[in-house]
């Protein structure tokens, strides 16, 4: 689905990018736009203390328009979609270039395209004047978004995202920009996103890219992103062979994602089944061994499980005064047979991750 979404994301765009040339050739030619200029920049300039008036150009403000409408429509076929989302690079403290020039330099395929980016006002410009730069486009104008400034705390049981910090938070909101930076690990970002559709969807977001700099963005039934990447189908500069329906597309999955499903790794099975416990949880979790010499699993741990954010809760006990909890960050492989599994980031671990692992792979049996 997400796959089909693209491309026909990708498609529209080329045509509307075609009609709106087509169009411009039409009428009169227009002087250059001064040098060192562009005659695409809108509300954006230097950052969120300079802000410049946007030009008067009819053509650039109908594409800009139209652009964010057709990311909306083909949201729209999605519901379970609750925004998009594209990493636009990584700013440095001492860069001194303007906001626009810097995204027309390290963005330029996206913002030539989809120049509504450019159109983004200075107070929806948050998180200061450098990190990582993400675009956060609601699904529609009937969306709510606030996005909070977080700082990651030791709680007992893990570290964890604490707001401290409201960023913006509108009922009917409109595209922002967010910088985002990191804590003491890359997987600790200090922002945190909160969506909500008109017909109830829930999504929160702590903003990740994975090795080539794409958005790593939650999932929900069947493993489908809650979230659009449009970078992917609007020029970003990602790497030459990077495919958003391939092996790079490993996601952290949701409870109903992973309900009723089934793990194993060497002589362990790991059992998740869907409610039937303490509504705080998601589910029933086991774990089961195969010991030396026997060929049926034996029951080990049994307690109970749910996502939280990234991670995967549980609170096992093997009924002998011995328990396991942790958090424990996961992703779900583009075809849901497999489950990359890693150590908690507060150093807990699981029988089937041996002394000095930190991760592992296991793959679904059934589910």
């Given at each position: 689905?997400?796959?089909?979404?693209?491309?026909?994301?990708?498609?529209?765009?080329?045509?509307?990018?075609?009609?709106?040339s087509?169009?411009?050739?039409?009428?009169?030619?227009?002087?250059?736009?001064?040098?060192?200029?562009?005659?695409?920049?809108?509300a954006?300039?230097?950052?969120?203390?300079?802000?410049?008036?946007?030009?008067?150009?009819p053509?650039?403000?109908?594409?800009?328009?139209?652009?964010?409408?057709?990311?909306?429509?083909?949201?729209?076929?999605?519901?379970q979609?609750?925004?998009?989302?594209?990493?636009?690079?990584?700013?440095?403290?001492?860069?001194?270039?303007?906001?626009?020039?810097?995204?027309?330099?390290?963005?330029?395929?996206?913002?030539?395209e989809?120049?509504?980016?450019?159109?983004?006002?200075?107070?929806?410009?948050l998180?200061?004047?450098s990190?990582k730069?993400?675009?956060?486009?609601?699904?529609?104008?009937?969306?709510?978004?606030?996005?909070?400034?977080?700082?990651?705390?030791?709680?007992?049981?893990?570290?964890?995202?604490?707001?401290?910090?409201?960023?913006?938070?509108?009922?009917?909101?409109?595209?922002?920009?967010?910088?985002?930076?990191?804590?003491?690990w890359?997987?600790?970002?200090?922002?945190?996103?909160?969506?909500?559709?008109?017909?109830?969807?829930?999504?929160?977001?702590?903003p990740?890219?994975?090795?080539?700099?794409?958005?790593?963005?939650?999932?929900?039934?069947?493993?489908?992103?809650?979230?659009?990447?449009?970078?992917?189908?609007?020029?970003i500069?990602?790497?030459?062979?990077?495919?958003?329906?391939?092996?790079?597309?490993?996601?952290?999955?949701?409870?109903?994602?992973?309900?009723?499903?089934?793990?194993?790794?060497?002589?362990?099975?790991?059992?998740?089944?869907?409610?039937?416990?303490?509504p705080?949880?998601?589910?029933?979790?086991?774990?089961?061994?195969?010991?030396?010499?026997?060929?049926?699993?034996?029951?080990?741990?049994?307690?109970?499980?749910?996502?939280?954010?990234?991670?995967?809760?549980?609170?096992?006990?093997?009924?002998?005064?011995?328990?396991?909890?942790?958090?424990?960050?996961?992703?779900?492989?583009?075809?849901?047979?497999?489950?990359?599994?890693?150590?908690?980031?507060?150093?807990?671990?699981?029988?089937?991750?041996?002394?000095?692992?930190?991760?592992?792979?296991?793959?679904?049996?059934?589910?």
């Amino acid at each position: 689905m997400k796959r089909l979404i693209l491309l026909r994301f990708f498609a529209a765009l080329v045509s509307l990018t075609l009609a709106l040339s087509l169009t411009a050739c039409g009428g009169q030619s227009e002087p250059p736009p001064p040098e060192g200029g562009s005659g695409m920049a809108g509300a954006l300039s230097g950052g969120k203390s300079n802000v410049s008036e946007p030009k008067d150009d009819p053509d650039d403000s109908e594409k800009a328009e139209s652009g964010l409408d057709l990311l909306r429509a083909c949201m729209a076929e999605d519901d379970q979609l609750a925004g998009a989302v594209a990493c636009l690079g990584q700013r440095e403290p001492n860069d001194t270039l303007p906001l626009t020039d810097w995204l027309l330099e390290n963005s330029g395929g996206l913002v030539s395209e989809l120049p509504f980016v450019l159109e983004i006002p200075a107070e929806r410009v948050l998180g200061g004047e450098s990190g990582k730069l993400y675009c956060i486009v609601p699904r529609d104008e009937n969306t709510s978004l606030a996005v909070n400034h977080v700082t990651w705390e030791s709680q007992g049981n893990g570290v964890w995202p604490v707001a401290d910090e409201v960023l913006y938070r509108e009922e009917y909101a409109q595209p922002v920009l967010v910088f985002v930076n990191y804590e003491e690990w890359p997987d600790e970002p200090d922002t945190e996103i909160n969506l909500v559709t008109n017909n109830g969807l829930e999504v929160k977001w702590y903003p990740l890219t994975d090795a080539s700099g794409c958005p790593v963005v939650p999932t929900g039934v069947n493993y489908a992103p809650m979230l659009l990447d449009f970078g992917a189908a609007a020029g970003i500069d990602y790497p030459e062979d990077w495919e958003p329906a391939g092996d790079d597309w490993w996601l952290p999955p949701t409870d109903l994602g992973l309900a009723d499903s089934t793990w194993v790794c060497d002589d362990w099975m790991m059992d998740l089944r869907y409610g039937g416990c303490d509504p705080d949880y998601a589910g029933i979790a086991e774990l089961y061994h195969r010991f030396e010499d026997n060929v049926e699993m034996t029951q080990v741990f049994s307690g109970v499980w749910r996502m939280e954010d990234d991670c995967l809760r549980l609170e096992l006990s093997a009924g002998t005064g011995t328990s396991l909890s942790g958090s424990f960050p996961i992703l779900i492989s583009p075809s849901g047979e497999k489950m990359h599994f890693q150590r908690s980031r507060s150093g807990e671990g699981v029988p089937f991750l041996p002394d000095g692992i930190d991760v592992i792979e296991l793959t679904r049996s059934c589910g």
